[in-house]
T-cell receptor, first 113, second 113 residues
Framework: EPEVTQTPSHQVTQMGQEVILRCVPI?????FYWYRQILGQKVEFLVS????????KSEIFDDQFSVERPDGSNFTLKIRSTKLEDSAMYFC???????????FGQGTRLTVV | SQQGEEDPQALSIQEGENATMNCSYK?????LQWYRQNSGRGLVHLIL?????REKHSGRLRVTLDTSKKSSSLLITASRAADTASYFC?????????????FGTGTRLLVSP
């Protein structure tokens, strides 16, 4: 079964530092999403990406966040100046088409200290 | 209440018993998905049920969907200790091509040997 791969699995960073989370999508899967889950809480949508453009972003996805596709295939989620409240599990999801399973990656646990 | 609320919030049963979790939502949906999450780990896709379907089975899992009541249930039969996890429903409610998932708050299931 195809897999979405996220790296790193765990990242510890100091408050104010920039972090880059990475996701390798599945070939030919057209839709891409980033979600986050603060410990003990529900999974929240951050941003969606389609056809090399952001298609929707949530209120959480403020100017501190950016998503890019630097090499045309893999995705990155950048947090420019991390805050303590950015500590969470970050997931990417990569469904092939509409109305299908989301294909989540294993997540990156970000800890901001 | 929020889109995608599960009840109960926590459920404790013995091995061999059945576990039923319910999910309610508020808007029209394209599909509803159930996910399992072991503590601090990734999201494991269990089953997807589309809005025109009423029931689906996968192994020991049975999912129902009642769009008139905007609710779904997940039944795990003959539960095992390994089923201990949090279970989330997620609704795909977008009416555009960019259909983010909206997750519920989850049900924590504890299956005791």
């Amino acid at each position: 079964e195809p897999e979405v791969t996220q790296t790193p699995s765990h990242q510890v960073t100091q408050m104010g530092q920039e972090v880059i989370l990475r996701c390798v999508p599945i070939s030919n899967h057209l839709y891409f999403y980033w979600y986050r889950q603060i410990l003990g809480q529900k999974v929240e949508f951050l941003v969606s990406f389609y056809n090399n453009e952001i298609s929707e972003k949530s209120e959480i996805f403020d100017d501190q966040f950016s998503v890019e596709r630097p090499d045309g295939s893999n995705f990155t989620l950048k947090i420019r100046s991390t805050k303590l409240e950015d500590s969470a599990m970050y997931f990417c999801a990569n469904p092939p088409t509409r109305n299908t399973e989301a294909f989540f990656g294993q997540g990156t646990r970000l800890t901001v200290v | 209440s929020q889109q995608g609320e599960e009840d109960p919030q926590a459920l404790s049963i013995q091995e061999g018993e059945n576990a039923t979790m319910n999910c309610s939502y508020k808007t029209s949906i394209n599909n509803l998905q159930w996910y399992r999450q072991n503590s601090g780990r990734g999201l494991v896709h269990l089953i997807l049920i589309r809005s025109n379907e009423r029931e689906k089975h996968s192994g020991r899992l049975r999912v129902t969907l009642d769009t008139s009541k905007k609710s779904s249930s997940l039944l795990i039969t003959a539960s095992r200790a390994a089923d201990t996890a949090s279970y989330f429903c997620a609704t795909d409610a977008g009416n555009t091509g960019f259909q983010k998932l909206v997750f519920g708050t989850g049900t924590r299931l504890l299956v005791s040997p």
